[in-house]
């Protein structure tokens, strides 16, 4: 298992997460060495009911907070970002989330949610989707000078909230110096260039010949990307411990991801995370800036 390597992804630390909650997930975990990648939202807006289709909405009454607001969540992040505990990247500037139905587009707020019911069709969108390009410009920019000026440290790797990217946020996402946790979808979402059209072809490659997604590292020259697989409560683990299996015989890097509230409140989610951790060994888990360079 030579230079099979692993990183933990974990989503949406904010304002509103209690150093409490990533110490009862991840505590022992450090203690034995592991390491953990947070995705730090740095503007963020209070979400209700997260990871509940039908009641999710954004508590616009509460307002955005900073994240250095929360003193006692930051000191906790600085004393484990010293341990080499833990990195922080960028989830997006406030993870705000927008809705389409009925010909228009609308913020998710609670007035909003509550006129949905009334309809079948309508679909998400998340920040890199919602927001224009200038407004994404503006905000994510702010958003890592933000991080790197509460945490001290260079923020290397941009997670996309609700894992949604357009086109032209790739573009912005790499002008501030950021690679990508994700990979293109099948409507090649990403500038067109000869790089471009060379990763798309392994990503079609790869889908056609193992029916998954290309699991190393992709370059663009101006930046990188790298498939993260997630584990939720809808993850069929069979497919994810074989994928898991497969990229540890080929020696591709596998990145876990997932939401700390999510396993917080859900037992059996819990069970399968620590049964994964478990299974680890502690040199094999990187941080995943660490996998995005081949280790290093």
Known sequence: MEN????????????WTKPEELEQLYGWF???????????IPYSWKQINPGMDKDFYIDRSSGR???????????YLHDKIKENRIEIMQHGYDHVYGVKYNGKIEFLDKNVREELRDYKNYCYLPECLYKSSLELEKDLKEGKEILEDTFKVKVKIFVPPGNAISKESVKIVAKIGLHIS??????????????????????????????????????????????????????DLDWFYRVFKFCREVRAPFVLATHYWEILRDNKLKKNFYSFLEKLENNRILLLHQLMNNGS
């Open 30 to 40: 450090f203690e034995r060495g592991g390491k953990v990648s947070l995705a730090v």
């Open 182 to 235: 994700g990979i293109m979808e099948k409507s090649m979402n990403r500038p067109i260039n000869v790089r471009t059209l060379i990763n798309y072809g392994k990503r079609i490659y790869w889908k056609l010949k193992y029916n998954l997604p290309y699991p190393f590292v992709m370059d663009y020259g101006t930046h990188k990307e790298l498939v993260a697989y997630a584990l939720t409560p809808s993850t």
């Open 4 to 15: 099979f390597f692993v990183a933990i992804r974990d989503d949406d630390t904010s304002f």
């Open 65 to 75: 907070r900073f994240i250095y607001e929360n003193k006692a969540l930051v000191d």
